[in-house]
């Protein structure tokens, strides 16, 4: 397992930005493909966007394709989510999650196949 902080929500207004970030310790952080998941309120947990363990592959939900972007800095032990032309439906607190196996696909959404969260970070997009 490894540990993870996540860390830069805020408030801010419909159609601005915020960069997320999710800093991890532990020695296989760059063997695992990580995720982003969002709950809002009254809702049930949801995938966001995945990044293969090496950074070259990316997946998304329809919903924030073309605004979100996922990257990673193995170096760094880190990865991002830079938001976009965000709207009031993107209010949630966004979590950082690693994948179990090694390796794996950045396409996996079940959260049942994470084994490490972080503490999560509110964002919240006023109208």
């Known amino acids: 397992q490894v540990q993870l902080v996540e860390s830069g929500g805020g408030l801010v207004q419909a159609g601005g930005s915020l960069r997320l970030a999710c800093a991890a310790s532990?020695?296989?952080?760059?063997?695992?493909?990580m995720a982003w998941f969002r709950q809002a309120p009254g809702k049930e947990r949801e995938f966001v966007a995945g990044?293969?363990?090496?950074?070259?592959?990316?997946y998304y939900t329809d919903s924030v394709k073309g605004r979100f972007t996922v990257s990673r800095d193995n170096a760094k032990n880190t990865i991002y989510l830079q938001m976009n032309s965000l709207k009031p439906e993107d209010t949630a607190v966004y979590y950082c999650?690693?994948?179990?196996?090694?390796?794996?696909?950045?396409?996996?959404?079940?959260?049942?196949?994470?084994?490490?969260w972080g503490q999560g970070t509110q964002v919240t997009v006023s109208a």
């Open positions: 999650a690693s994948q179990t196996a090694y390796y794996g696909f950045p396409y996996t959404t079940r959260d049942s196949e994470y084994d490490s």
């Open positions: 532990g020695r296989t952080f760059s063997r695992r493909s």
């Open positions: 990044i293969s363990w090496s950074g070259t592959s990316t």
